[in-house]
């Protein structure tokens, strides 16, 4: 699963039910028929035992041409060629789009059990609209907004820590590096501010706002800063890691739970 999840063109009608069950906007009626053209493509680019799927502001009918990605999840697409069908389709539609993302999932993990396999399933139910292929989410009920759905969105946020640490000892990109902090991090934090409120929410923003009310001692406006504009400097990038995402780790794990080894 890809670890952003939405784009930040952000669902309105994401929340939770009068039954405490997760609720989105994703559905196949709200697919504008400016997308079709890039979702063909795609499905069209593999054929075999492959599941297709969208997400994000093109499944919720949020998308702007020019300004939003199209965002695509791949049932038993190995990553390699993932990597390589979203590179083409990216250049292909570059004027409709910021960028066609494919995340790569296997079979196995649909039937698996721990966290990481229940936040697939999660995933697949509420976030994602069924192109082609056998649909793995045909069956699958509705999943209650609880901790372990925000755990299985993002248990695995202590292990992006680890590898941002090593990232900004290497050559990493100190943008990119920023970015994908800023976004993983504060989809954490919408985590912690859905459970804490009982609610459901991925919104980044919103929730870098409500957190500043909850823990004014521990404000995440830096990172919500780095989705606009990335800084470059590494220097600010080891102090974040080691405060701030690290204080959001630990409050995850305390508060919500991580992924076990």
């Not at 499905?43 to 041409?65: E, L, M, R």
């Not at 292909?92 to 649909?110: K, Q, Y």
């Not at 993002?154 to 590898?163: C, E, S």
């Not at 590096?177 to 459970?195: D, E, N, Q, Y």
Request: aromatic share 6%; charged share 25%.
């Amino acid at each position: 699963m890809r670890s952003e999840v939405v784009d930040d063109m952000h669902d309105p009608q994401e929340g939770v039910t009068p039954d405490g069950l997760i609720r989105t906007g994703a559905a196949r009626d709200a697919i504008a028929s400016t997308w079709l053209s890039v979702l063909q493509a795609a499905t069209d680019a593999v054929a075999g035992q492959v599941s297709w799927h969208v997400y994000g502001p093109v499944a919720t009918g949020c998308a702007v041409v020019g300004r939003s990605d199209v965002d695509l999840l791949c049932v038993g697409l190995p990553a390699p060629k993932a990597e390589r069908i979203s590179i083409d389709l990216s250049t292909r539609f570059s004027e409709m789009c910021r960028e066609v993302t494919i995340a790569p999932a296997g079979w196995e993990g649909l039937e698996a059990e721990g966290d990481e396999a229940h936040g697939l399933r999660v995933f697949l139910r509420h976030y994602c609209v069924h192109l082609a292929g056998d649909d793995p989410a045909r069956d699958l009920p509705a999943f209650p907004a609880d901790e372990r759905a925000a755990r299985g969105f993002n248990g695995d946020i202590a292990r992006h820590l680890q590898q941002w640490q090593k990232d900004a000892e290497g050559d990493a990109d100190p943008a990119l590096l920023a970015t994908r902090i800023a976004r993983k991090t504060l989809l954490a934090v919408a985590g912690l501010v859905s459970i804490r409120d009982v609610t459901w929410t991925t919104d980044r923003r919103a929730s870098a706002r409500r957190w500043g009310q909850l823990e004014p001692g521990v404000p995440v406006d830096t990172l919500v800063d780095w989705l606009d504009t990335p800084t470059r400097d590494q220097a600010e990038i080891h102090r974040i890691l080691e405060r701030l995402v690290a204080d959001v780790v630990q409050r995850f794990r305390s508060e919500v739970g991580l992924w076990h080894p």
